[in-house]
C-alpha cells in the first residue's frame, strides 16, 4: 500500500493533455487498469483497499482543482486506502455514451462491484448526475452526489435554461433518468443550496425512501469548491463510503462554514439583497472579530456603522 501511495504521489501538472493522459494511463496500468471509453470519456482503476469509490470527473476540472493534476478520487482513495474508479469525461457530456453504458454493463457482469465490501459512487453536478445514473449497475452501493442533475430532458425538466444545449443529449435511454436509477441504493445523500433555485428543483426529483436530501444554504452554485474550501469534502465521502453519514454528522461538519470566506461573502450578500442592515452588521462584526485579512467586511463593516448611526439620528 505505502508503493502505491508513492507512486501517487507523481505530479502530473504542466503536461499537454496528450501527455497528461498518456502518464494517466501508465500510472493506471501499473496500479490497476485503464481503458479508453469512446473519444471524450476514459476509466482509471487503481487497487487498494476493500472499499472502492467510484468518482466521475471532467478533465477540466482536474486540470482546475488539483494541484498534482489527479483525479479526485485517486486524491481521496490515497487518504483513506480505499480502491478508486474514476471515470473521466473530457467536456461537459453528462457521460451519455454507449461506450460508458457498456463498460457498466461489462463490470457488472464480471462480478467487479461484488468483491468491495463498499461501494460509493460519488459526482458534482453533471458528475453528480451520473453518479447517481450509473450507480444501478452496482445494487446495494451508496450514491453522495452534490447538486445533480436529475435530466436534462425538455419534458421534464424545460425550466433549466443553464443547459439549453446539452438538451440535444439522449436522457431516455439506458441509464436515463437519474432518480430511477438510484433505487437500487442502500443509501443516497443529495446535498444541495436550497437557494439556488434549479439545483434544488433537481433535489425535489431525487425524493425517494432511500434518498437523504442535505441542505447547504449560502454555499452557492459551486458545492464541490465550497466542500474542498471548508476542508470537509474527504470526511464527507469517508462516512459516506462506510455507511456512518448522518444528518447529524452533515450538520457538525457543515460548521466549517463559518471560517469559509466563500460562504460569508454569499451570506452578506443576501442579507444585504434582502435589506437586513442590522443582522449584515452583525455577521460583519463577527467574522473582523474572529477572522484576519477580511478587509472587504471590514470596509462593509465601516459602512454599515454609518449607516446605523445615521437611521439613530434621523429617529432621534
Known amino acids: 500500500m505505502q508503493d502505491l501511495a508513492n507512486t501517487l504521489e507523481r505530479s502530473l501538472a504542466e503536461m499537454s493533455k496528450r501527455d497528461w493522459l498518456m502518464a494517466l494511463s501508465g500510472l493506471s496500468e501499473e496500479n490497476g487498469h485503464f481503458q479508453a471509453l469512446g473519444t471524450k470519456h476514459f476509466s482509471s482503476y487503481i487497487a487498494g483497499g476493500e472499499t472502492l469509490l467510484v468518482t466521475f470527473e471532467s478533465y477540466e476540472s482536474i486540470q482546475r482543482i488539483s494541484p498534482n493534476a489527479?483525479?479526485?478520487?485517486?486524491?481521496?482513495?490515497?487518504?483513506?486506502?480505499?480502491?478508486?474508479?474514476?471515470?473521466?469525461?473530457?467536456?461537459?457530456?453528462?457521460?451519455?455514451?454507449?461506450?460508458?453504458?457498456?463498460?457498466?454493463?461489462?463490470?457488472?457482469?464480471?462480478?467487479?462491484?461484488?468483491?468491495?465490501?463498499?461501494v460509493l459512487f460519488y459526482g458534482a453536478g453533471p458528475c453528480g448526475y451520473a453518479a447517481t445514473a450509473y450507480s444501478i449497475a452496482a445494487p446495494g452501493a451508496r450514491v453522495l452526489a452534490l447538486q445533480p442533475q436529475a435530466t436534462l430532458d425538455p419534458r421534464v425538466a424545460e425550466w433549466d435554461e443553464r443547459f439549453t444545449r446539452q438538451r440535444r443529449l439522449d436522457f431516455t435511454t439506458r441509464y436515463g433518468y437519474a432518480p430511477d436509477m438510484i433505487d437500487g441504493a442502500e443509501k443516497a445523500f443529495v446535498i444541495y443550496d436550497p437557494e439556488e433555485t434549479e439545483d434544488a428543483m433537481h433535489a425535489a426529483l431525487f425524493t425517494r425512501p432511500n434518498v437523504t436530501k442535505l441542505r447547504l444554504r449560502h454555499a452557492g452554485g459551486a458545492l464541490q469548491f465550497s466542500l474542498r474550501n471548508m476542508k470537509i469534502l474527504s470526511r464527507l465521502i469517508a462516512l459516506a463510503g462506510t455507511g456512518r453519514l448522518t444528518e447529524g454528522e452533515f450538520a457538525k461538519l457543515a460548521r466549517a462554514r463559518r471560517e469559509d470566506r466563500q460562504y460569508l461573502r454569499n451570506l452578506l450578500r443576501t442579507l444585504d439583497d434582502k435589506g437586513r442592515t442590522r443582522l449584515a452588521h452583525a455577521l460583519c462584526k463577527n467574522v473582523t472579530t474572529r477572522m484576519k485579512g477580511v478587509p472587504a467586511f471590514e470596509r462593509r463593516l465601516r459602512s454599515l456603522e454609518k449607516r446605523l448611526e445615521e437611521e439613530a439620528q434621523g429617529d432621534g
Open 70 to 118: 489527479h483525479p479526485l478520487g485517486w486524491e481521496v482513495a490515497k487518504i483513506l486506502g480505499w480502491s478508486s474508479l474514476s471515470v473521466i469525461s473530457d467536456g461537459q457530456s453528462w457521460f451519455r455514451d454507449r461506450n460508458i453504458y457498456a463498460y457498466f454493463d461489462d463490470l457488472s457482469d464480471d462480478g467487479f462491484f461484488e468483491e468491495f465490501d463498499n
